[in-house]
Structure formats: C-alpha cells, structure tokens
C-alpha cells in the first residue's frame, strides 16, 4: 500500500504563511493533517471527509484551510504561531464514516500516514 507523501514545509516567522502539499493519488473517505510538536503528542489539525467537508481543531479555526484538487491534499496556514511548530502528517481512512472524520478522531483510527513534513515557527 502506497503512502501519502508531504512537502512544503519549512522555516517561518510568527504571523506568516505556509501550504503545504500531500500527494496521495488513491481514493480515501477521510483525509486530514495530524501534527506533533516537540514534546507533546500527535494532535488532530484539520480534515476532509468524502463529502468534501471540512473539519478544523479549535486552535487553527479561522487561520488553516484544508482543501483537495484532484491527487493532492493541501494545508494552507496563515497567522502562523510558535505552537503550530512541528511535524505535519498527512493521513488517509476508508473506514472513518462522515461524522468520524474529525480532527478529534483518535490518531489511531487513520490507517495510512505520510513520513511527515517539518514546519518551524520562530517569535
């Protein structure tokens, strides 16, 4: 089973922006961005249901957008703050239903995960 691939991430200041790309050229029902920071565990960011729904984590409301064109998944992340530092994993289930497909669903519910891609934010 192939796995997604991320890139784009990269060094910012606080208050910048950055999007990053996830590759994944199957058919998923639910896919989405989990993140790690160092020192805490992985978190729920953002998902996209297979409706094309978006959901978002509290902490990146209004500021990160999840979208989808074709094989690619993005994060497009604007206000950027030192606690959104960390890696980025995209994630990819075909067992998540729609109402599952939340970034408050378990991180071990999402079968498939990318190698990750790292974003820094400095104050």
């Known amino acids: ?15 910048g922006s950055l999007k990053i790309s996830c590759v994944e050229p199957s058919h998923w029902f639910c896919m989405g961005w989990f993140r790690q920071g160092p020192g805490k565990e992985r978190e729920g960011v953002a998902t996209l249901n297979v409706d094309g729904v978006p959901a978002y984590a509290e902490s990146v409301k209004d500021r990160f957008t999840i979208s989808r064109d074709k094989d690619t998944l993005y994060l497009q992340m604007n206000d950027l703050k030192p606690e959104d530092s960390g890696t980025y994993y995209c994630v990819a289930d075909n067992y998540l239903t729609t109402s599952r497909c ?19 934010v400095s104050s």
């Open 1 to 15: 089973q192939a796995h997604p691939v991320e890139s784009g991430g990269d060094s910012v200041q606080s208050g």
């Open 102 to 120: 939340k970034p408050g669903t378990d991180a071990s519910k999402f079968d498939n995960w990318g190698q990750g891609t790292q974003v820094t």
